[in-house]
């Protein structure tokens, strides 16, 4: 199957700071991307689409302003969790699918601390 | 938009019980997958299915698009199938990309 690959896979941070999370398709292009958050012991919601060349589309609840998503190239999105709060703590995936492909593969996920 | 329930929630085999996992969907969908997330968090894809069987080793699985249902099957299950079971479903019509997930059944093998 396709390659979808996440970094950093676990990161801790500091109140108020910005955290960068990248979620790499390695071996096709992708021109939208999904980024998912998953609270302990429980289900995956999606958070936002990410597509190439414009602006993500978020979901309802969702600040785009607080999870800021940039998907500047057919194999590269990245979310950004600015000012981040103890709240924001979470397990982040993001999953991408070749194109004329629906099958969705997944990264490693990053698990965020913010302390 | 879509819903994805799966039952049973929590399930405790012991090591060579077979089990059956199931996922409903309120709506008609063009993607079912099935996913084992590890503990480490890492989502592996089991199966891609939605519609007809497929089967791999010991796991199988089935979906009945016409009435909205898919069934993951567990035969001689061991200890490494431990953790939590996903499906996830995108519907035919109207939901863009997405997937939406399952509540997940958690499943925990003993010996």
């Known amino acids: 199957g396709a390659v979808v690959s996440q970094h950093p896979s676990r990161v801790i941070c500091k109140s108020g700071t910005s955290v960068k999370i990248e979620c790499r398709s390695l071996?096709?292009?992708?021109?939208?991307m999904f980024w998912y958050r998953q609270f302990p012991k429980k289900s995956l919601m999606l958070m936002a689409t990410s597509n190439e060349g414009s602006k993500a589309t978020y979901e309802q609840g969702v600040e785009k302003d607080k999870f800021l998503i940039n998907h500047a190239s057919l194999t590269l999105s990245t979310l950004t969790v600015t000012s981040a709060h103890p709240e924001d703590s979470s397990f982040y995936i993001c999953?991408?699918?070749?194109?004329?492909?629906?099958?969705?593969?997944f990264g490693q996920g990053t698990r965020l601390t913010v302390v | 938009g879509i819903q994805v329930e799966q039952s049973p929630p929590d399930l405790i085999l012991q090591e060579g019980a077979n089990s059956t996992l199931r996922c409903n969907f309120s709506?008609?969908?063009?993607?079912l997958q099935w996913f084992h997330q590890n503990p480490w968090g890492q989502l592996i894809n089991l199966f891609y299915i939605p519609s007809g069987t497929k089967q791999n080793g010991r796991l199988s699985a089935t979906t009945v698009a016409t009435e909205r249902y898919s069934l993951l099957y567990i035969s001689s299950s061991q200890t490494t199938d431990s953790g939590v079971y996903f499906c996830?479903?995108?519907?035919?019509?109207?939901?863009?990309?997405?997937?939406?997930f399952g509540t997940g059944t958690q499943l925990k093998v003993e010996l």
């Open positions: 709506d008609s969908v063009n993607n």
């Open positions: 996830a479903a995108r519907i035919l019509t109207g939901g863009g990309n997405k997937l939406t």
């Open positions: 071996d096709f292009q992708a021109t939208t």
């Open positions: 999953s991408a699918r070749p194109s004329g492909n629906t099958e969705a593969f």
